[in-house]
């Protein structure tokens, strides 16, 4: 029997790409953060590719642990794989730089990165209202960005190519008010297939979200949050989830939208979804 093909969300914006015997891991984050702890490293001790989109902590600090603890291969940016190596001390032989624009081949996957746009940070002011407001774990979190993570690395989107020739996106956060029609164009252009488009919903980037799935006209578009806790630690109120997909299904109807929690997976042969519970529950 074939093995299954899947998508998996563990909660963040980590994801797995389960797909011809190989795992991709999209920014692994599994320790107990802003009240929420739902999966642990031996969950992601089996990644064959480990690609990291940018380096805030919450996509970031969990990276080089499970590198460590699997021997996967990290897909980045050169300035992500300089901080791996020099920080994190993992060999080169465990980091496949690229650029944007180019084409990483590994494990019988072609990789392409490119970039992508986000929403305006200033980490000097969240660091003065941290301090102002007495916001202890707001503190912690911009004092670590700041010193254990590459913050200011560029922000990047991953398109891979399976084995039989299908395609997953995935764009994160980049679905935001900062980025334009011409960039959208720009990337469908670049890669003008998309059969699973893995898209950050946050804040009220509703209509940025639509834009984004009518450009890139995928068959299905998996929606997860990447900081659910993070922006309730924030003190910052979202859209609810179901109106992103709402949204999507009204303008975009031909489009299939699934709606990801922790411990959704959905099958990548009939897009087919369920729930499985994860071993730890937010705290």
Same mark, same amino acid.
């Not at 031909?254 to 990548?268: C, E, H, K, N, R």
């Given at each position: /029997?074939?093995?299954?093909?899947?998508?998996?969300?563990?909660?963040?914006?980590?994801?797995?790409?389960?797909?011809?015997?190989?795992?991709?891991?999209?920014? +692994? $984050?599994?320790?107990?953060?802003?009240? %929420?702890?739902?999966?642990?490293?031996?969950?992601? %001790?089996?990644?064959?590719?480990?690609?990291?989109?940018?380096?805030?902590?919450?996509?970031?600090?969990?990276?080089?642990?499970?590198?460590?603890? *699997?021997?996967?291969?990290?897909?980045?940016?050169?300035?992500?794989?300089?901080? =791996?190596?020099?920080?994190?001390?993992? +060999?080169?032989?465990? =980091?496949?730089?690229?650029?944007?624009?180019? &084409?990483?081949?590994?494990?019988? $996957?072609?990789?392409?990165?490119?970039?992508?746009?986000?929403?305006?940070?200033?980490?000097?002011? #969240? /660091?003065?209202?941290? !301090?102002?407001?007495?916001?202890?774990?707001?503190?912690?979190?911009?004092?670590?960005?700041?010193?254990?993570? +590459?913050?200011? *690395?560029?922000? &990047?989107?991953?398109?891979?190519?399976?084995?039989?020739?299908?395609?997953? =996106?995935?764009?994160?956060?980049?679905?935001? *008010?900062? &980025?334009?029609?011409?960039?959208?164009?720009?990337?469908?252009?670049?890669?003008?297939? !998309?059969?699973?488009?893995? #898209?950050? /919903?946050?804040?009220? $980037?509703?209509?940025?979200? !639509?834009?984004?799935?009518?450009?890139?006209?995928?068959?299905?578009?998996?929606?997860?949050?990447?900081?659910?806790?993070?922006?309730? @630690? /924030?003190?910052?109120?979202?859209?609810?989830?179901?109106?992103? #997909? %709402?949204?999507?299904? *009204?303008?975009?109807?031909?489009?299939?939208?699934?709606?990801?929690?922790?411990? &959704?997976? @959905?099958?990548?042969?009939?897009?087919?979804?369920?729930?499985? %519970? +994860?071993?730890? =529950?937010?705290?």
């Amino acid at each position: /029997m074939a093995e299954r093909n899947f998508v998996k969300y563990y909660g963040w914006s980590a994801i797995e790409l389960r797909a011809h015997g190989k795992s991709i891991f999209f920014d +692994p $984050f599994f320790r107990p953060y802003c009240g %929420a702890h739902w999966f642990d490293l031996g969950d992601f %001790a089996h990644a064959d590719l480990v690609c990291v989109t940018h380096g805030h902590e919450e996509h970031f600090l969990d990276v080089p642990q499970v590198l460590k603890e *699997s021997g996967a291969r990290a897909i980045a940016t050169p300035s992500v794989c300089r901080f =791996l190596a020099r920080r994190n001390k993992l +060999p080169q032989a465990q =980091l496949l730089p690229g650029e944007w624009g180019q &084409t990483v081949r590994a494990d019988g $996957f072609a990789i392409g990165l490119f970039p992508w746009k986000h929403r305006d940070i200033n980490l000097v002011k #969240a /660091m003065t209202k941290a !301090v102002f407001h007495g916001n202890a774990t707001q503190l912690s979190w911009a004092w670590s960005s700041a010193t254990n993570a +590459p913050f200011y *690395s560029g922000y &990047t989107g991953f398109h891979v190519t399976l084995p039989d020739g299908s395609t997953v =996106l995935n764009y994160n956060e980049g679905f935001n *008010s900062k &980025t334009t029609d011409e960039d959208l164009a720009q990337l469908k252009r670049q890669h003008p297939r !998309v059969d699973v488009l893995l #898209a950050g /919903m946050q804040l009220f $980037f509703i209509e940025d979200v !639509v834009r984004g799935v009518k450009a890139l006209a995928p068959k299905v578009v998996f929606l997860y949050p990447p900081h659910e806790k993070f922006h309730e @630690m /924030m003190e910052v109120k979202s859209a609810a989830w179901e109106d992103f #997909a %709402a949204a999507i299904r *009204s303008e975009c109807p031909q489009v299939q939208v699934v709606l990801a929690y922790p411990g &959704t997976v @959905m099958d990548l042969g009939d897009f087919s979804s369920e729930l499985q %519970a +994860p071993r730890r =529950l937010a705290a």
